[in-house]
């Protein structure tokens, strides 16, 4: 099975605050895994971290082999990673489908698809309606599906996803737990941040539990659900 990253002993801090502490996980190609925890265990950092929006101060970060550490966020995002931050950040002036050109580029090296706007709103029928509508007239459910079909627009080969399920209705958590799955089954590989136990399970191969910087738990998905001490401790299931 082929490793596309491997984050071996990384420490991260925010000025004088250490938030990461010798943090170990890999993803192989085509899997889905989950990193979860409560807020403020350091999942968002983890992914930051690999995006060198946040710089690992030890220990190594490597896509597809290549060293990440140190390098520009946009290189990473040139080497095929696709970020989707939790804060969405689409451009609120621009139409949906101005949003997804904005963000074409050609696919890197192992990129599973070529995307287009076509096939975005094949992934995500209801954005179809919304074409011309502006970004900032979204409701928060639609501002995430037009930030992961934005992603996808540059052709990652591996996808990044902090909390993609937060803060967005039930329907909403459906249809992004089938598109997922879609995505998986087209053979991107992903790596995704959540503290949604159930939505995780639907769609992840393994997971990571994370708290307070520091890995305490790895396995499948099914070892996770009978593992009730891991659960209560450090997911407060």
């Not at 801090?13 to 989950?34: K, M, P, R, W």
């Not at 050109?101 to 209801?126: C, N, S």
């Not at 996808?159 to 997922?180: S, W």
Request: aromatic share 6%; with cysteine.
């Amino acid at each position: 099975m082929t490793t596309r990253l491997e984050l071996s002993g990384v420490h991260t801090h925010y000025a004088t605050s250490h938030i990461l502490f010798d943090v170990s996980l890999e993803v192989n190609q085509g899997e889905s895994v989950c990193l979860l925890g409560r807020n403020g265990a350091g999942k968002t950092t983890t992914l930051k971290s690999i995006m060198s929006l946040a710089q690992a101060s030890a220990g190594s970060i490597r896509f597809n082999g290549t060293d990440l550490v140190g390098r520009a966020p946009y290189e990473i995002a040139r080497l095929g990673v696709g970020y989707v931050p939790d804060e969405r950040l689409i451009f609120p002036d621009l139409t949906v489908r101005e949003n997804l050109e904005i963000a074409v580029k050609k696919g890197a090296a192992g990129a599973p698809a070529q995307w287009t706007v076509e096939r975005i709103y094949e992934l995500f029928p209801v954005l179809v309606p919304l074409d011309a509508r502006l970004g900032g007239y979204l409701s928060g459910g639609e501002q995430q599906m037009l930030t992961i079909g934005r992603t996808l627009m540059g052709n990652p080969s591996l996808l990044l996803l902090d909390e993609p399920v937060e803060g967005v209705a039930p329907v909403v958590v459906q249809e992004l737990t089938r598109q997922i799955r879609r995505l998986k089954t087209m053979g991107l590989t992903i790596l995704f941040a959540e503290q949604n136990m159930h939505f995780a399970t639907q769609i992840s191969d393994r997971a990571y539990v994370i708290e307070k910087g520091q890995i305490r738990f790895h396995g499948t998905m099914h070892e996770l659900a009978a593992n009730e001490e891991v659960k209560a401790k450090y997911l407060m299931i």
